[in-house]
């Protein structure tokens, strides 16, 4: 069964930081582009992050550039989001997503549509 697997969600104050983790299992997800995605009450699910297959290239929505850095880990099978200097904006359910039919420009990777695999989703809640 593939699953992706998302932890480190939280109820946190402004400007505190939060670590996102993302466990991929049932297959691997070394050759997929990952994504972190999230989604506000009453709002569109939106691209955060984006992560290609060897690392080496990422990227970063405008409103997050800065604060919030996605790395991987082929050998785990992990991928996260280290989130610092975290605003009430940010409040939203996080997503992680595997593609595995993507562009090589980690910036066309933005729609949501283009991710086969999704976890269930981990709370963030940032106060002011």
């Known amino acids: 069964q593939v699953q992706l697997v998302e932890s480190g969600g939280g109820l946190v104050q402004a400007g505190d930081s939060l670590r996102l983790s993302c466990a991929a299992s049932?297959?691997?997800?070394?050759?997929?582009?990952m994504g972190w995605f999230r989604q506000a009450p009453g709002k569109e699910r939106e691209i955060v992050a984006g992560?290609?297959?060897?690392?080496?290239?990422?990227y970063y929505a405008d409103s997050v550039k800065g604060r919030f850095t996605i790395s991987r880990d082929n050998v785990k099978n992990t991928v996260n989001l280290q989130m610092n200097n975290l605003k009430p904006e940010d409040t939203a359910v996080y997503y992680c997503?595997?593609?595995?039919?993507?562009?090589?420009?980690?910036?066309?990777?933005?729609?949501?549509?283009?991710?086969?695999?999704w976890g269930q989703g981990t709370q963030v809640t940032v106060s002011s």
């Open positions: 997503a595997a593609s595995t039919t993507y562009y090589t420009r980690a910036s066309s990777n933005t729609n949501p549509s283009l991710y086969n695999y």
């Open positions: 992560i290609s297959a060897t690392g080496g290239s990422t």
């Open positions: 049932g297959r691997t997800f070394s050759t997929d582009f």
